[in-house]
């Protein structure tokens, strides 16, 4: 079976000045390459997890797929249909069958508009009749288990939770087959938080659809999604099943990640790994690994030689870009994972 | 983070109420808000019925009583021509506030327009119609003015003309800022991921939420229009006699005010009236709108 | 550090008390009742976390420690006793000398906490205003201190404005900002809740190693409760402007005795060590605070509610050594298993 969607070396280049700034200051590259060859692919019913902190890429990612942000080079086909350097017109047509979800639960709602009028709008933008929509409207509020009454308030008079309800609700209008959420939980309480990931999950089942979330809580990647991508400055360092990175992480940024990621455990946290530095400039990419400057098992080749991607010897669906991988079970994500019971 | 809390339950709290009720209220607690909106009321409606409430034929001269003072058959007096001054005042309301309208209604038009396309449209579009934003608006209004009148001839519409261009770069600059900021928000993103045209987003999605602070601004505009209207006319550059004019009421008052202050005060007391009362009413629609524009102004 | 004060206060009270603290928002639609009867214990040279989600009212907390309140705020009632002072009863230039002293405060956004238009320099030479020492020695006490929380050539760098920096960087300036003046507490308010989790890690670590060092109390606010069981040594749990339980770190996390705390432990995927498709949520809303409030705070959420929940709000009652809870079914006459 063919991949709904399919992103082949996928590029994202944005300027960081005007070409007259560029050429008065002497700045050769005035580009910073926000995604800079990345490839997947993602099924039918199937969750894919873009993990990676501020600046690696994966919200613009989301937003090449969605046709927000032009692509510099790089192919994305949805359906077995190329989607990039569509007119409008033409692009209207598949975003019929993706919808996004945004990080602002609040934001992402025209401010001026009911909630009844903001899931009416999917079916006014093709074409449908007041009358329809608004049977539809009541059909979709019923769906993600709002009261019928939330349809006259105004996006500011809702919670961040019954807010991100309207967005999943307006996500689901048409039918869409793939979900794009970016952070779909940011912003959200514990208690909440599991209430959308629930009604996603729920959704999903009922209606197949396939869901690419973008996020950087690894605790929710591990539970929703069945395989996962981490991001290092606009690159995959790490892909494959979910279960098998948290298993057996292979690059020292996903096992820094996963350790960074506090267990609310008092007993649990001692051993966290604490990887050194911030995140480097896009501007300034580092030669060799560009995670070198920051990983804490660097030797001298990572600072010289772009690791190829290279598969895992027990499962060639798990990929990695490093010279040393890392070997062994990792301590803290099988505690967590393997439960008495297995 | 305290006011977060604080504000969220408010807004639950006031959720069934209307929107026109609340508003209705909010203006209730402004006493000055209050002031305007009756001032305002009060203008707007003499101006409408001006020809129930005059009680003389404001062009008309009478042989009889010249510059004379307020009585029960001339309320306000005479003037040089021995014209009823209260009829003439009340149709100057007319003059005053079909310029306020009509500038002001098809600056705002116009800059909401070019504003929208700056605020979308191609970068190069934005920064040449900013160019021209700013060219417009260093020129100084009066001289020209002068230009204009030395052109087309004192007349109303060389009035109307001259507020409606100079005033259309501020409300563009406003709109196309307010614009530009919208143009990179989520729920624009949103939409257009969901396949929404440019021209729809627009109309549905950004102008809502610029005509409200746009509309303060022109409400408290309104007074500088009049008072420029006056200024014109009193230098002898807007409508022309006999057209009844608060700015010509006062020209013709200054020429004579060794021998009566009536018609200074009589031409004065309108514009006065007038300015106060939609700067109080655009001041409370501005706190009770954008509290934040409060703070900046 | 005067060792005196220290001494003082870790032999006998603690080095905050807040008792029965009450606070109310005026709001178009009548009072809302954001903190009711807060009581919390701060000991000197420990780290204290207050955990919440939005509407608890933690920031809230925090902030009226601070003295730092919104206009349509006051405060009704208790007390909040500082080094044996109490702040509410103070005269405003007392406490004010008290701020950016004995008490310093790190927010969520580093910038709320940093004048953009001047240099690190001088906001942190500033700072010291408390302090003697000449300008010089000021300076050299800054980039120490600076050095100290990480920031890569702090000779040079302390010349820069705020926006030269990144985020993490910020929080960093801000934490030597705010442990400068070595306070005998530092009010934190949600510090890593902006930042990625590499950098949450970096700057818990930081703040743990700084408590040590300095000797402070820490009043740690956040939603996390990661972070809070890896900092925390005592915590307080809140809901809806009430401390509903409050104890050692372990014994909350391990034994929690409120159904509201049990309920958030559940909640967290990070605490659920079998993969799961679906996860527990607590059922309903944080209710409104206006008007006044009867019996149980907790109630429509609960599960285990039962007729005292309604009509009486609980008291605290003792589980274990050092552990409180508000809950009916706590009390020792109450006869329903727990």
């Known amino acids: 079976m063919s991949p709904l969607l399919s992103v082949r070396d996928l590029r994202v280049r944005f300027r960081t000045m005007g070409p007259l700034k560029a050429l008065a200051t002497g700045v050769r590259q005035p580009f910073i390459d926000a995604v800079c060859g990345v490839s997947f692919e993602l099924r039918k019913g199937e969750t894919l997890g873009l993990v990676g902190e501020s600046g690696s890429g994966k919200s613009t990612v989301a937003r090449a797929i969605m046709g927000l942000r032009p692509p510099t080079s790089g192919s994305i086909a949805f359906e077995g249909q190329e989607i990039t350097g569509l007119s409008p017109a033409e692009r209207k047509l598949y975003l019929r069958r993706m919808a996004m979800m945004f990080q602002d639960p609040i934001g992402s709602l025209s401010p001026r508009l009911t909630v009844r009028s903001l899931l009416m709008e999917p079916f006014h933008i093709h074409g449908m009749k007041d009358r329809d929509a608004a049977t539809e409207a009541d059909r979709l509020l019923g769906l993600v288990g709002l009261p019928a009454d939330f349809g006259r308030r105004y996006p500011h008079q809702l919670s961040g939770g019954q807010a991100r309800r309207v967005g999943v609700a307006r996500a689901l209008a048409l039918d869409p087959n793939l979900i794009v959420a970016d952070e779909p939980t940011a912003g959200l309480d514990v208690s909440v938080q599991g209430e959308v990931l629930n009604l996603l999950a729920r959704l999903q089942d009922q209606l197949g659809i396939a869901i690419l979330i973008i996020t950087h809580n690894l605790n929710v990647v591990r539970h929703i999604t069945d395989r996962m991508a981490i991001m290092y400055l606009g690159r995959f360092v790490e892909v494959g099943p979910t279960e098998h990175i948290f298993r057996q992480p292979r690059h020292p940024y996903t096992e820094a990640l996963l350790s960074a990621n506090p267990e609310p455990d008092p007993d649990a946290v001692i051993d966290r790994i604490e990887i050194k530095g911030e995140v480097p400039s896009l501007l300034k990419r580092p030669s060799g690994c560009e995670f070198h400057t920051r990983c804490r098992y660097a030797r001298e080749m990572c600072a010289k030689v772009f690791p190829e991607p290279s598969q895992s010897g027990s499962d060639p669906a798990h990929s990695f870009k490093c010279h040393f991988p890392l070997e062994g079970r990792w301590q803290r994500a099988e505690r967590s994972l393997v439960s008495p019971t297995v | ?297 | 550090m005067m060792p005196g004060v220290i001494n003082q206060h870790s032999s006998g009270a603690p080095l905050l008390r807040v008792r029965g603290l009450d606070l109310d928002f005026g709001s178009p639609r009548g009072r809302v009742h954001a903190l009711r009867g807060v009581s919390l214990d701060v000991s000197a040279g420990e780290v204290v976390g207050i955990v919440g989600e939005s509407g608890s009212g933690k920031s809230t907390l925090a902030y009226t420690l601070m003295g730092l309140l919104a206009e349509n705020a006051e405060v009704t009632g208790g007390e909040i006793l500082f080094e044996g002072r109490d702040l509410l009863r103070m005269a405003p230039a007392a406490r004010r000398d008290l701020l950016g002293n004995r008490l310093s405060m790190i927010f969520q956004d580093p910038m709320t906490g940093l004048n953009p238009v001047r240099t690190i320099e001088r906001q942190m030479i500033d700072a010291q205003h408390h302090q003697p020492g000449s300008r010089r020695e000021k300076r050299d006490r800054a980039v120490a201190m600076l050095a100290r929380v990480g920031i890569p050539d702090p000779q040079s760098r302390i010349g820069g404005y705020p926006h030269e920096f990144s985020g993490g960087m910020r929080q960093r300036i801000c934490i030597a900002m705010a442990l400068l003046v070595r306070p005998a507490l530092l009010i934190a308010d949600e510090p890593t809740t902006a930042l990625d989790a590499t950098l949450e890690v970096q700057i818990i670590h930081l703040l743990k190693d700084l408590q040590k060092e300095i000797g402070c109390s820490i009043l740690f606010v956040s939603h996390h409760l990661g972070t809070v069981a890896e900092l925390c040594d005592q915590v307080a749990v809140m809901y809806a402007g009430e401390v509903i339980e409050h104890g050692p770190v372990r014994d909350i996390f391990r034994n929690p005795a409120h159904p509201y705390t049990r309920a958030l432990l559940e909640c967290d995927p990070g605490r659920i060590r079998q993969k799961t498709r679906l996860l527990p949520t607590i059922p309903g809303e944080v209710p409104g605070l206006v008007g006044s409030q009867r019996g149980c705070i907790f109630r429509q959420r609960c599960g285990y509610a039962f007729a005292p929940c309604a009509d009486e709000r609980p008291a605290e009652y003792s589980v274990g050594a050092a552990q409180g809870a508000r809950c009916h079914l706590l009390a020792p006459t109450s006869g329903v298993p727990a």
């Not at chain 2, 909010?26 to 009756?38: E, F, R, S, V």
């Open chain 2, 1 to 297: 983070m305290e006011d977060v809390e604080a504000i969220r339950t408010a807004a639950q709290d006031r959720h069934d109420t209307g929107r026109l009720a609340s508003f209705l209220r909010q203006l209730g607690k402004d006493p000055l808000g209050i002031l305007g909106a009756i001032l305002v009321v009060a203008m707007v409606a003499t101006a409408l019925l001006a020809p129930l409430i005059i009680t003389h034929d404001p062009t008309r001269i009478m042989v009889g009583p010249r510059l004379a003072p307020p009585s029960l058959d001339f309320l306000m007096g005479t003037d040089q021509l021995g014209r009823d001054t209260f009829s003439r005042v009340i149709m100057g309301g007319r003059i005053a506030l079909l310029v306020a309208f009509a500038s002001l209604g098809s600056s705002l038009t116009v800059g909401l327009l070019l504003g929208l396309i700056a605020g979308f449209g191609p970068r190069w579009l934005d920064s040449f119609l900013l160019l021209v934003f700013d060219t417009v608006r260093s020129f100084p209004v009066i001289i020209f003015a002068l230009a204009i009148v030395a052109l087309l001839g004192p007349s109303l519409t060389s009035v109307i003309f001259v507020v409606a261009v100079t005033s259309v770069p501020i409300y563009a600059r406003v709109v196309r800022t307010q614009a530009h900021a919208l143009r990179n928000s989520e729920f624009v993103e949103a939409e257009r991921c969901m396949g929404a045209s440019t021209l729809r987003i627009l109309a549905v999605h950004v102008l809502p939420n610029v005509i409200g602070p746009l509309l303060i601004l022109v409400s408290m505009d309104v007074p500088l229009v009049i008072t420029l209207e006056a200024g014109l006319s009193f230098l002898g550059m807007g409508v022309r006699p006999p057209t009844p004019d608060w700015g010509a009421i006062l020209s013709d008052g200054y020429g004579y005010i060794h021998k009566t202050a009536w018609l200074v005060i009589a031409g004065g007391i309108p514009i006065v009236v007038t300015t106060l009362g939609f700067t109080f009413l655009g001041e409370a629609l501005r706190d009770i709108f954008d509290p934040k524009l409060r703070k900046d102004l």
